[in-house]
């Protein structure tokens, strides 16, 4: 997965991440999880959002949920939900013309969605979450080793399980970040 800043793969103190948020093709919805105070949270919201979580429930993922406050979609590990397996990715498929901009892959990146989870990253670092990893353009290829992947506007953070998610560390680190 190519690093949000260089484009370069990352390095390998940087472990890549998994949550589903806003999920490219496995993670294609638009906007999931909080990256900072000023975002604008994306565009899978309100009426638009819940059409999305409908046509996805309808298309064969029954668990499906709604788009959360301030817009996108959050899908837990624990969810049941599996964005890499045929029927997520089929009914994905079929839902994609209700997602912002045509869903994944028809938009790139801009450079401020960028900037937000770099500085998300680095300000996780600085709070104490230590290998917090920098964003990447892509999601895993895989849920494998990650605990939560988030993505927002084509940017993601693939959270790996080496990181305690629930400790008191990432907690006040993601509070004081506008993690989450």
């Known amino acids: 997965m190519p690093d949000a800043r260089t484009g370069k793969p990352p390095s390998s103190r940087h472990s890549p991440l998994i949550m589903l948020g806003a999920i490219a093709s496995a993670m ?92 998300t990253s680095e300000c996780m670092r600085r709070h104490g979450v230590s290998g917090f990893p920098d964003p990447t353009l892509s999601p895993p290829s895989s849920p494998v080793g990650y605990s939560e992947v988030i993505g927002r506007g084509g940017v993601f953070l693939a959270i790996p399980t080496t990181i305690d998610v629930g400790s008191p560390v990432f907690k006040q680190a993601a509070a004081a970040c506008a993690f989450h």
């Open 28 to 119: 294609a919805i638009a906007a999931c999880g909080s990256s900072s105070p000023s975002h604008s949270g994306g565009g899978l919201s309100g009426a638009r959002g819940i059409a999305y979580a409908d046509c996805m429930r309808s298309h064969g993922v029954p668990s499906f949920p709604d788009p959360i406050a301030g817009g996108g979609i959050e899908i837990s590990s624990s969810s049941g939900i599996n964005p890499f397996s045929p029927s997520f990715k089929s009914a994905q498929t079929s839902c994609a013309k209700l997602l912002p901009g045509g869903g994944p892959g028809s938009q790139h990146p801009s450079e401020q969605a960028k900037t937000e989870m770099v500085q």
